[in-house]
C-alpha cells in the first residue's frame, strides 16, 4: 500500500479528534455514572452480505472473535522472523536427523550378526564424518558471508534479507549440521561386542550415505552460490517477490460486484478518535479483514491513518475510529494488532519496497566508482515489467463498504488511495537523474515508458508516463551534446507521445502532458 506521506498520495481530509495531540495530559479514569457506549459492546445481528475489504465481491457475515485475527497476526510475524533466519529452517533439519540417528539405532536387534566394521572401526567412521562436516560448515559459512559482502558492496544492502531468505542455503546449513548431529547420536551408542549389545550397523550404514550424500550438496551449493551472486540474479528475484507483492496488493476486482457509493459528504467532520502507534518503526503489512470486522461489529468506521511501507512515530495516529469518546486500551490493542510495525520494510504487501530496491540498484551501478550501464538497464527492464502489471490492474477502493439487504451502504472502512502516478515516479526520477549523461539508459527508458503505456488505456495513466517523457527531454536538452544522440532521442521521444495518445483524447493529452509537471514520488524510502 502506498504510504500516505507524500504530496502525490489522494487521501481524505483527516481532523484530530480530542487526545489526537501526541504528549497530551493522561485521560481521566471514568466514573460510575458516565455512561457506557452501549452500541459497541451490543452483541450485533450478522449482516446478510458485505463488500470484502479487497476486492469489493460480497462475503459473509461478520466474525464474532475479533481476537482471532489478532493471533493469526501475531503467528505471521513470528513465521516471517522465523524464516528470515539463518538459523530455525537448519534447526528443523538438525532436530531430524537426531530422531533419524535414535530410530536406526534402535532398529538395531540384540545379538545380530554384524556384517559392517567392528567398534573400532565404526568410532574411527563415525568421527572422520562427524569431523569432516563442521570443516565443511565453517566452510559454508564463510562462502555465505562472503557472498553477502559482494551483495552489499556491488548492488544494495536492501538485498541481503533475500540472501538470508534464500531457502536452498538454509536446507544447506542444516544438511551438514544434520549430518554432524547424527554422526555424533550414532558414535554415543556403539559398544564394544562383549557389551552385549554391538554395533549399529543400520545407524552407521547411515552416516555413511549420508556423508556420501552431503558430497553433493556441497557441489551443488558452490554453483548456487555462483549463481546468487550474479546481478541477472539478484534483480530478477527482486523483481519477481514485488510482482508477487503486486498480485496480493492489487488484486483483479470482481465483475459482478457493485461499484462502491460515494464518500458521505460528513466524513471530515466526524468524531474522529486517534489510536496511536505502540512503537516506532516501518509499517510492514495491514489486515484490513480485521478493521473491516472491527467496525462491522460495533457500527462504526475505521480510518487507516499510515499505508505499508511508511515509518511511523511512536504516539502518532495510526488508525482513527468514529466514536463520540476515545477508545479504552482494549479496543485500542484490538486495533493496533492489525498492523505490524517493524525495524524495516518487508515485500509482503509492499510491492513499492521492491521498486526501491531495483532503483538502489541501478543508481549503484551508475555510480562513479561501479559504472556498470547494462546492470542499470536491466534494472530499467525489470521495473517496466512491475509498471505494466500495475498498470493492467484497477486501483483497489480507498473506501471499504458494508452492504446488507434492508439497509443503505454503509461505510466502514477508509484507507489511503493509491494511484498509478507515484509508482512511476519512484522508478523513474533518479534512474533518469543519475543517468542524465547516458543516452543509452536514455533510451531505455523511453523504451521502459512505451512498453508501460501500451498496456493501458487510462487517461491519468497514460499523462503521468507522458510527463517522464518531457523529464527526459529536459534532461536531453541538458546533458547531451552530441547532434547524433540527440536526433535519436528526440526521434525516439517523439515516437512514445505518438503511441501514449488515443484519437479520442489527443487534443486533452497533449496540452494536459505539456503544462502539468511532474510531482514528487511518495512511497516513501
Known amino acids: 500500500m502506498v504510504p500516505g506521506a507524500g504530496p502525490s498520495v489522494k487521501r481524505f481530509p483527516t481532523r484530530s479528534g480530542p487526545g489526537g495531540v501526541p504528549g497530551r495530559a493522561p485521560r ?14 451490543t452483541r450485533v445481528r450478522p449482516c446478510a452480505a458485505a463488500l470484502h475489504p479487497f476486492t469489493g465481491a460480497a462475503v459473509g457475515p461478520a466474525s464474532k472473535n475479533g481476537r482471532e485475527h489478532e493471533r493469526v497476526n501475531t503467528m505471521r510475524r513470528v513465521w516471517e522472523r522465523l524464516l528470515s533466519s539463518f538459523w530455525f529452517v537448519p534447526l528443523l533439519i ?15 536387534q540384540p545379538g545380530a550378526a554384524e556384517i559392517g566394521p567392528d567398534a573400532e572401526g565404526a568410532r574411527a567412521i563415525l568421527s572422520t564424518i562427524a569431523g569432516s562436516m563442521m570443516t565443511v560448515v565453517g566452510v559454508t559459512f564463510s562462502m555465505t558471508l562472503v557472498a553477502l559482502t559482494l551483495a552489499a558492496g556491488q548492488y544494495s544492502s536492501r538485498v541481503l534479507r ?9 536446507v544447506v546449513l542444516g544438511a551438514f549440521a544434520g549430518v ?22 543400520l545407524a552407521v550404514s547411515g552416516g555413511v550415505a549420508l556423508a556420501t550424500g552431503s558430497i553433493g550438496v556441497l557441489i551443488y551449493f558452490i554453483h548456487h552460490v555462483a549463481s546468487s551472486i550474479q546481478a541477472s540474479t539478484i534483480i530478477a528475484r527482486v523483481a ?39 512503537r516506532s518503526g516501518y509499517l510492514g503489512s495491514l489486515d484490513l479483514d480485521a478493521l473491516f470486522d472491527f467496525a462491522r461489529a460495533h457500527r462504526t468506521t475505521v480510518r487507516v491513518e499510515r499505508g505499508v511501507g511508511s515509518f511511523v512515530v511512536e504516539g502518532t495516529p495510526l488508525v482513527s475510529v468514529v466514536w463520540e469518546q476515545p477508545p479504552d486500551e482494549d479496543d485500542a490493542d484490538h486495533l493496533r494488532a492489525a498492523f505490524v510495525v517493524g525495524r524495516h520494510r518487508t515485500p509482503e504487501q509492499d510491492c513499492a519496497y521492491g521498486i526501491r530496491k531495483l532503483v538502489d540498484m541501478a543508481m549503484r551501478a551508475l555510480s562513479p566508482g561501479i559504472n556498470d550501464t547494462t546492470t542499470a538497464v536491466m534494472c530499467v527492464d525489470y521495473l517496466s515489467a512491475i509498471l505494466v502489471r500495475l498498470a493492467g490492474r484497477p486501483t483497489p477502493p480507498a473506501l471499504r463498504f458494508e452492504r446488507s439487504d434492508d439497509a443503505p451502504p454503509a461505510l466502514r472502512v477508509v484507507t489511503i488511495e493509491q494511484p498509478f502516478g507515484p509508482f512511476v515516479d519512484a522508478a523513474f526520477d533518479q534512474i533518469r ?7 543509452g539508459l536514455l533510451l531505455r527508458l523511453l523504451g521502459a515508458l512505451e512498453t508501460v503505456g501500451a498496456a493501458t488505456d487510462a487517461l491519468d495513466r497514460r499523462l503521468a508516463l507522458a510527463r517522464h517523457v518531457h523529464a527526459v527531454a529536459d534532461v536531453v536538452d541538458r546533458t547531451i551534446a552530441a547532434p547524433i544522440e540527440r536526433v535519436r532521442l528526440e526521434a525516439r521521444m517523439e515516437r512514445v ?29
Open 28 to 41: 481521566p479514569k471514568r466514573e460510575a455514572a458516565r455512561p457506557r457506549r452501549a452500541p459497541r459492546r
Open 94 to 108: 538438525a532436530l531430524g536427523a537426531l530422531g533419524l540417528a535414535l530410530l536406526l539405532v534402535q532398529l538395531q
Open 162 to 170: 533475500n540472501f538470508m531468505r534464500d531457502r536452498v542455503t538454509q
Open 180 to 201: 554432524f548431529v547424527y554422526c555424533v547420536i550414532v558414535l554415543r551408542a556403539v559398544r564394544r561386542a562383549d557389551d552385549g549389545l554391538g554395533v549399529p550397523d
Open 240 to 278: 519477481d517477490e514485488t510482482l508477487a507483492a503486486v498480485e496480493r496488493q492489487f488484486p483483479p476486482r470482481d465483475a459482478d460486484a457493485p461499484d462502491p457509493p460515494p464518500p458521505p459528504d460528513d466524513l471530515d467532520t466526524r468524531p474522529w478518535q486517534p489510536v496511536t502507534a505502540p
Open 433 to 439: 537523474a543519475f543517468g542524465g549523461a547516458n543516452a
Open 497 to 525: 507521445l505518438a503511441g501514449l495518445r488515443r484519437a479520442d483524447d489527443a487534443a486533452l493529452f497533449t496540452v494536459s502532458a505539456a503544462q502539468q509537471p511532474l510531482e514528487p514520488g511518495g512511497l516513501g524510502g
